[in-house]
């Protein structure tokens, strides 16, 4: 009886183990909520990924932050945020308005200055419920 139980405690705990490796991939934000379209913002903005973050964006915004991060990533080498925190202002069932505060540390292509660090950055955004998913309306300024 006692085996059974030492097995079954050691089935338990691998797939508790094999859970939580699976878990430390990288994280997958979702836009099924203001703050996750937020994070995944700031996820795609920190890779200088221009397509991402168009995605997350309305449909009448995209080509201008498609534009603004050509320019961007001839610019910089790294953009980096940290210290996240999101507050969700104002909800409603199409609407939301959140504040974003962060520190950002940006590294600047060869020829320049390298580093700079912007600690306690605040930015407000406009997000709206589109097909089930939450857009940002408004850009941000880093």
Known sequence: MKKIGYFLLAAF????LAGGMSC????????????GTVRAFLKAYS??????????CVESQREK????FGGLSK???SITFSNIKIEVVDKN?????????????TTIKEGFPSKTVRPKQEARLSLVK??????IETKIVV
């Open 13 to 16: 705990l691998l797939i508790v």
């Open 24 to 35: 430390q991939s990288k994280t997958q934000y979702t836009t099924a909520t203001p703050e």
């Open 47 to 56: 890779e200088m990924d221009g397509e991402k973050v168009a995605q997350l």
């Open 65 to 68: 932050v498609r534009s603004y």
């Open 75 to 77: 610019e910089f080498e």
């Open 93 to 105: 069932e199409n609407t939301a308005l959140v504040k974003v505060q962060f520190d950002v540390t």
């Open 130 to 135: 589109r097909e089930g998913k939450w857009l």
